[in-house]
């Protein structure tokens, strides 16, 4: 089973700031990786698939990078309803696996 | 496209429950459809899959051989059956879109609670 690591657990931010979200796989991906986002409530949301390719009606801000077992997801000057618990997934292998999850808060 | 999940209840120990989504808005019989659990706080576990046409499935370690993902096309209906329940079962159980062809999820509905308990 592909372990997925998301750190860090919580990032602190202020509206306006950049977050880096990273997420490392026990073994390479290539570039099978999406990201998710979920608020209090709510199912998630497929924010990045393939590791860098925004899903339809995702802003600009959000940007998915990495390659092999080294992924970030980069939010550029966070918006209020930015503030969420961020996810990432592998399809590479069976079983499906996600991280643990990044939250992402007001700091 | 919508995703409705019934069937999460309450379910003693070693009992059994079974979970339907009711699909609408898409062309159900063309996508593989999931099973995603999230225990109370904690994040996300993906629980099963099963193929566009139903030939194929998978299962996490965790469920497989108790678990059982089905469709009925017909009806536009996924399904788990649910059997040996564990307190660990106790989940927000998502019935979820496959993400064209490819084993991401780009629909999910709002959720079904299991609630294993003596």
């Known amino acids: 089973e592909i372990v997925l690591t998301q750190s860090p657990a919580t990032l602190s931010l202020s509206p306006g700031d950049t977050a880096p979200l990273s997420c490392k796989a026990s073994q390479s991906l290539s570039t099978y990786l999406a990201w998710y986002q979920q608020k209090p409530g709510q199912a998630p949301r497929l924010l990045i698939y393939d590791a860098s390719n925004r899903a339809t009606g995702i802003p600009a801000r959000f940007s998915g990078s990495g390659s092999g077992t080294d992924f970030t997801l980069t939010i550029s000057s966070l918006e209020p309803e930015d503030f969420a618990v961020y996810y990432c997934q592998q399809r590479s292998n069976w079983p499906l696996t996600f991280g643990g999850g990044t939250k992402v808060e007001i700091k | 496209v919508q995703l409705l999940e019934s069937g999460g209840g309450l379910a003693q120990p070693g009992g059994s429950l079974r979970l339907s989504c009711a699909a609408s808005g898409f062309s159900f019989s063309s996508y593989g459809m999931s099973w995603v659990r999230q225990a109370p706080g904690k994040g996300l576990e993906w629980v099963s899959t099963?193929?566009?046409?139903?030939?194929?499935?998978n299962y996490a370690a965790s469920v497989k051989g108790r678990f059982t993902i089905s469709r009925d096309n017909s009806k536009n209906t996924l399904f788990l059956q649910m059997n040996s329940l564990r307190a660990e079962d106790t989940a927000l159980y998502y019935c979820a879109k496959e993400f064209t062809a490819v084993a991401y999820f780009d629909c999910w509905g709002q959720g079904t609670l299991v609630t294993v308990s003596s």
């Open positions: 099963i193929s566009s046409s139903g030939g194929s499935s």
